[in-house]
């Protein structure tokens, strides 16, 4: 079975400070991990994506991910954060379903707030 | 290309009655997702076609539950007998076959409450 795991619930920065994000994950098979914002009321947008080769991956808004495969961790940072960052972060996996489609499995989420 | 389209945005049902929700995928997406996220938690899968083909249905989907895609295009997603605990967020999300492990596109979501 895969899991994700999102050590923090909730993370307070200082705008232009750096934050990391904590995701570490859980799967028998080898995976694909993504990272989604979530804005109030709103869908979930894609940030980045780790489906192979260089493990250090980067997204949009300025952020980045390290996949690390022998902690199983898959953490975001940003090196200066902006008050407009102020979402929730969600860590998932995905798993090959009946027929092939893919099925995403997320964490709890960590809710990112940016103070001035 | 406007996108994955849920509607309505916020539904607020007393409990019993029956709620349908509809979905309008990005139009050459043949994929289609359900999920629903609750407060304080993550999305969590509930169903997914590849055109009008109902391929799985999570254990969270009960009875009460029915999920549609009749011509492969909008799908809706309709629950009976409301409860309270299906005060929810319902996610769609869509993709094109073979690309959905680069991550899907999700709509903006209905928000149940059910009193």
């Known amino acids: 079975a895969q899991s994700v795991t999102q050590l923090d619930s909730q993370v307070p920065v200082f705008e232009e400070a750096p934050v990391e994000l904590r995701c570490n994950y859980s799967?028998?098979?080898?995976?694909?991990l993504f990272w989604y914002v979530q804005y109030p009321n709103q869908g979930l947008q894609l940030l980045l994506k780790?489906?192979?080769?260089?493990?250090l991956v980067k997204g949009i808004n300025g952020f980045e991910a390290e996949f690390n495969k022998s902690q199983t961790s898959f953490h975001l940072r940003k090196p200066s954060v902006h008050i407009s960052d102020t979402a929730e972060y969600f860590c998932?996996?995905?798993?090959?379903?009946?027929?092939?489609?893919?099925?995403?499995?997320f964490g709890t989420g960590t809710q990112l707030k940016v103070e001035l | 290309d406007t996108g994955v389209s849920q509607n309505p945005r916020h539904k607020i049902t007393k409990r019993g009655q029956n709620v349908t929700f509809r979905c309008d995928p990005i139009?050459?997406?043949?994929?289609l997702y359900w999920y629903r996220q609750t407060l304080g938690q993550g999305p969590e899968f509930l169903t997914y076609?590849?055109?009008?083909?109902?391929?799985?249905k999570s254990r969270l989907l009960s009875d009460r539950f029915s999920a549609e895609r009749p011509k492969g295009s909008f799908s809706t997603l309709e629950i009976q007998r409301t409860e309270q605990g299906d005060s929810a967020m319902y996610l769609c999300?869509?993709?094109?076959?073979?690309?959905?492990?680069?991550?899907?596109?999700f709509g903006s979501g209905t928000r149940l409450t059910v009193v």
């Open positions: 998932a996996v995905t798993f090959i379903l009946t027929g092939g489609g893919n099925k995403l499995t």
């Open positions: 999300a869509s993709s094109l076959v073979g690309q959905g492990r680069y991550g899907y596109t």
């Open positions: 139009s050459e997406h043949n994929r």
């Open positions: 780790y489906l192979s080769g260089s493990t």
């Open positions: 799967s028998s098979v080898s995976v694909y």
């Open positions: 076609f590849q055109n009008e083909a109902q391929l799985e």
